[in-house]
């Protein structure tokens, strides 16, 4: 039983770039988040999903995508790599949205 | 949207010593979880509490969910209890975290 596992650790991109943050939990959970953590801060939502094949706003999320094609993943997609979007990015799950979230080790992501 | 202040903001403890940490929110909640994120950066479950104590060897927690605030009790610290401390209260379903209490226990 992993829990929840992010791929890749860590990514360098040049400003333009794409890229795509895959998330996977092996603990049958409905809902999955996206967050991004910035230096010094606490923990913001990107996106979320409350099931397969849904997807939902979070506070923060221009410039990014997501998807839900299998209840078990969960993928973060940069269209057009940004500096502001150097970060380090949780994936997290619960059963409900109302229970506890387990979160993954975090990618760490650069853009120059 | 929900506020969330913790405090203090950066502590310094010596190993053996007690301490308490705050988390106000401005707004009333369902849920609240507790973390510590330790310096490699991985975020780990301590509590998830609504209200009420929750004890798990020598860290403890307690929410006042009437009166908006939540404690962390951390006895004997340890070297390995460094790293930050966040809390993030449940709202609307979406967990809202605060920016953390930094935490450096020395030998």
């Known amino acids: 039983n992993a829990g929840v596992t992010q791929t890749p650790k860590f990514r360098v991109l040049k400003t333009g770039q794409s890229m795509t943050l895959l998330c996977a939990q092996d603990m049958n959970h409905e809902y999955m988040y996206w967050y991004r953590q910035d230096p010094g801060m606490g923990l913001r939502l990107i996106h979320y999903?409350?099931?397969?094949?849904?997807?939902a706003k979070g506070e923060v999320p221009d410039g990014y995508n997501v998807s839900r094609l299998k209840k078990q993943n969960f993928l973060l997609g940069l269209e057009s790599a940004a500096p502001s979007q150097t970060s380090v990015y949780f994936c997290a799950s619960s059963r409900d949205s109302k229970e506890t979230q387990y979160f993954g080790p975090g990618t760490r992501l650069l853009v120059l | 949207g929900i506020q969330v202040e913790q405090s203090p903001p950066d502590l310094i403890l010596q190993e053996g010593a007690n301490s308490t940490l705050r988390c106000n929110f401005s707004?009333?909640?369902?849920?609240l979880q507790w973390f510590h994120q330790n310096p490699w950066g991985q975020l780990i479950n301590l509590f998830y509490i609504p209200s009420g104590t929750k004890q798990n060897g020598r860290l403890s927690a307690t929410t006042v969910a009437t009166e908006r605030y939540s404690l962390l009790y951390i006895s004997s610290s340890q070297t390995t209890d460094s790293g930050v401390y966040f809390c993030a209260p449940y709202n609307t379903d979406k967990l809202i975290f605060g920016t953390g209490t930094r935490l450096q226990v020395f030998p």
């Open positions: 707004d009333s909640v369902n849920n």
């Open positions: 999903s409350v099931g397969e094949g849904t997807t």
